[in-house]
């Protein structure tokens, strides 16, 4: 079964923190997105990752890769509030792009 | 460049009634999706068009819903008749055709659809 998790799938944490969203994926992947959701908002891409080892950062945002442990994670470094949001994985399969269920995030001051 | 455009971004109908939703993809864009996203997950692929072809419908229950990309351009999603478990926020995507490693899917804002 083609299926992507994300854990945890809820997040309440103070602002200054450090935390890592996990991914999961159940089959061999080209590729792994990281998408975030704000409440009524369209999904905005943040990183896409092609290979084993490859990481990125973007400002307090780091997402790495091991397609050997089918796992993505989403780092986030000294949390601010405007980083509340729900953050997506997905993997392509198959040319297929499988969504995990999402983690909503909420950065209290 | 305007990003994928849909419309309406609410709609409220009573169940048996249709409902048809809009998208507009990125100017050059010629593969489009629609998504169906309920409330804390994510998106499921409806539907999947190269040009004006669909050339992945797996997942389109086909008895209630149509889907139709004439000129390879916008594109309109349609149920009828609705349920009440139709209500949902349906997402329009697109996807660039020039070779790209990336493949990204750029997605619309979204129409919520409830359906009482």
């Known amino acids: 079964e083609l299926k992507v998790e994300q854990n945890p799938l809820f997040l309440s944490m103070q602002e200054g923190k450090n935390y890592t969203i996990y991914c999961n994926y159940s089959?061999?992947?080209?590729?792994l997105y990281w998408y975030r959701q704000d409440p009524g908002k369209s999904l905005e891409s943040l990183f896409v990752l092609l290979s084993n080892g490859a990481v990125k950062q973007e400002g307090r945002l780091m997402a790495s890769l091991d397609t050997k442990a089918r796992l993505s994670t989403l780092h986030i470094t000294a949390a601010v509030h405007d980083l509340s949001a729900t953050y997506f994985c997905?993997?392509?399969?198959?040319?297929?792009?499988?969504w995990g269920a999402g983690t909503k995030l909420i950065i209290k001051p | 460049e305007a990003g994928v455009v849909q419309s309406p971004r609410y709609k409220i109908i009573e169940k048996k009634q249709p409902v048809a939703f809009w998208c507009n993809p990125i100017?050059?864009?010629?593969?489009l999706y629609w998504y169906l996203q309920n409330l804390g997950q994510g998106p499921e692929l409806l539907i999947r068009?190269?040009?004006?072809?669909?050339?992945?419908d797996s997942q389109l229950p086909k008895d209630r819903f149509s889907a139709e990309r004439l000129k390879g351009v916008d594109s309109t999603l349609k149920i009828q008749p609705a349920e009440l478990g139709d209500s949902a926020v349906y997402l329009c995507?697109?996807?660039?055709?020039?070779?790209?490693?990336?493949?990204?899917?750029?997605f619309g804002p979204g129409t919520r659809l409830t359906v009482l």
């Open positions: 997905a993997a392509m399969i198959n040319y297929q792009l499988i």
């Open positions: 068009y190269e040009n004006e072809e669909a050339v992945d």
């Open positions: 100017s050059g864009h010629n593969t």
């Open positions: 089959t061999t992947s080209d590729r």
């Open positions: 995507a697109s996807r660039g055709s020039e070779p790209d490693k990336y493949n990204e899917q750029f």
